[in-house]
Every structure is written in C-alpha cells, then in structure tokens.
C-alpha cells in the first residue's frame, strides 16, 4: 500500500478498551495489542482515538488531540513494528454518541465504579439524540466544522509523528461523520447538509485534512457503515461517497455497517458469517477502490474465500482476535501454509515445532 507493505492481508480491527486515562496510552493497550503483533497480524489497530476530549465514547477511550500523547503511542508503534506488524490507528469523533457508559456497564452506570466519570456535552450536525434517553447534541456552527476539520488534521500529524504505517478515520457506526451523511441525522440547511453533496461536505473536508497531513508514501484508510440501518443512506450513496474519497486519495475502504440510531453497530438485517462482505465487494467493484471487509469471518478459509472472490484487499478481524490472539497463525496452518511453526516468533515456534515429535502416539 503506497510505500508500506504488510507481511500478510489479515489485520486486527480497531477495538476499544475503555483502559485510557486522560486519552495516554498506557500498559494495557501495549499488552492487549502487542500480542496479536506476536500473532503475527499482517497490520494491527488501535482502537478509536479522539480527534478532541469531547469526540470520546466514553472517557476512557484513547486520545490523539494533545501532542503529549504521541509518547504513548510511540512506545506502542516501536513494538508492534518490532514484531513485524504494520502499526495502524483510527481516529474519530463520536458526535452525538460521546460521553457515554462502556457497553458492559449496567443502565444508570457510568464508566467504572467509584471513578466519577464525567458527563461532556456533545456534538452533532443536527439537535436530535441517537435514541430516547440520549443526549441531545449541541448543533454544531460552521465555524465549529472548520474547527474540527482542522482538529482531525491535527491528530494525523501526530499519529505520523508516532510513527504509524496507516491511519483510519472512523466514518462508520453513527459516529460524527456518519451522523453527517445520512439525511436521518443530519436536517441542517445550510452548506454542511441539504442533498447528499451537502451532506458529505463535512467528512469530504475531513479526509482531506488528513490526507494533506499525511504523508504522501503512508496509506490511509476509511470505515464507513455501507447502509446506515435506519433507512437514510444506502450502498448507492456509499459508492458515491467512495468514489469521491479516491479523488481524494484514500486507498482503502474499510466497509461495516449501521449504527447510526441506539448501539454501535446495530444493522436491523439477519446477521451471518461475513454478512458485510457483499458492501464491500459493491463499494471495491463499483467505485474502483480497494477494501477491507469486516464482521462475523471467523477462520482462515473463510477470509482466503473473500480474497479468493476478489470482494475484499483486506481481511478484519474483531472478536474472533479476542477469542484467539493466534489467529493469523492458527488460519495460515488451516490453509496449510505453515506446516512447521516457522511463521511463528522464533522463541514459540522452535519449541512447538519440537514438541510435534514429542506428541505423536501421546494419549491423555
Ligand atoms: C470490544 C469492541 C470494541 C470495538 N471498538 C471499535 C472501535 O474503536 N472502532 C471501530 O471502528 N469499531 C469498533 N468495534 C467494531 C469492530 O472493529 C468490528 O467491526 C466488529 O466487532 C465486527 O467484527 P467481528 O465480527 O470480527 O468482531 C468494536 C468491537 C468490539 C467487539
């Protein structure tokens, strides 16, 4: 991709944690991410971190709006990169789905017991809650657009200065710039909303600004949710707003879905194993662009199967990494590619590969 090039096409989706303080990096995100580095994931992410304190789901997301925070991040990118991962981050703001508890937290909590999380106000094209019961964002200015145009350009300069391979912004799960696209969430009239053109004004200028803060051999990516699940934006429109991204120079699109209204990624369709790959084969055949499908792949044949198909350039993996941070490894011996360990850290798989004598005609 551009001037970076990933040992394989398997890559750790971004997941957050909710272990940040202040937004800093700290030694939980190095061990949580570090070992799917060991599990030699071709790319790993971090999980969302905010352009702006405000821009945070909840406060204990990461951070990437202060220049105090690239220290962090820096000690996490030398290990990933060590280990032979390409490092990548995805920036984001959440809009009208900030402050708010972490999804296992009980109705009525707020972030983690006796740690007095805070309450922000949050922020939105438009003053309409994701849900009943959901904050009512402050309907953003157009100055306060530009403000943030810049903030996210901001963050992109200090992900480069952490030494990143690859930058995402998250434009998916009803988060800010989603919020922006779809006509459900967005009834401003004036050049930041209106037809779809209006609409896609605001995160058109955010990939810009990164993009012009990005360094020309870095590749950049966006996640964008292909349909929004409530009806207001759809595949064609994401095609478009794909087409559009290209021009731009974005070089991949990272294709989920919904979210706009109530949880993260709450799609009102069936879900099924890799019920979002047929988004991104629409979005990678018919805008041209090259893509990373995500959601519900669960083993090696099923990712080789989306390449194989040609629907996907990249392969996520969320919950099946937390499941087993071996993955990589455990889907190149699926598809026999790895008969002896050696793709495996040399400290693990010289002694697994001498332990297979050791087992045969072992009985429990
Ligand atoms: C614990 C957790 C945290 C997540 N955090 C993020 C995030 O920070 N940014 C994002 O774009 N998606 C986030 N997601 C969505 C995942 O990246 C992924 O798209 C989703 O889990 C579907 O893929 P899977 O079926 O492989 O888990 C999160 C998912 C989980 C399970």
Redesign the pocket.
Known sequence: MRGVTAPNRCVV????QYRATDGLVNDYHLVHLGKFALGKFGTVFT??CAVEPRGRVTQGDLGMWHDSQVEGHKRLVRFLKQEGALAAT?ITHSGRKGSTPR?FDKPGELGPAGANWQRWEVVGPSALAAADGWMVPHQLEAREIEDLVKKFGEAARRADAAGYDVIEI?G??GYLLAQFLSPLSNTRNDQYGGDRAGRMRFPLAAAKAVRDNWPEHKPMFI?VSAVDGAGGWDVDDTVAYAKELKALGIDVVDV?SGGLTGV??ALPVKRSLGFQVPFSAAVKRQAEISTMA????LDGPQAEAILQAGDADLI?????ALYDPFWALHAAQELGCDGDFGMWTPEYGWWLEKRKNNLVGLKK
């Open positions: 989706s971004p997941m957050v999980e969302n995805q999804a998250h998916a799960h996640r989920s993260s990624t995500v959601g519900l792949i996520a993996i969320g919950r099946q």
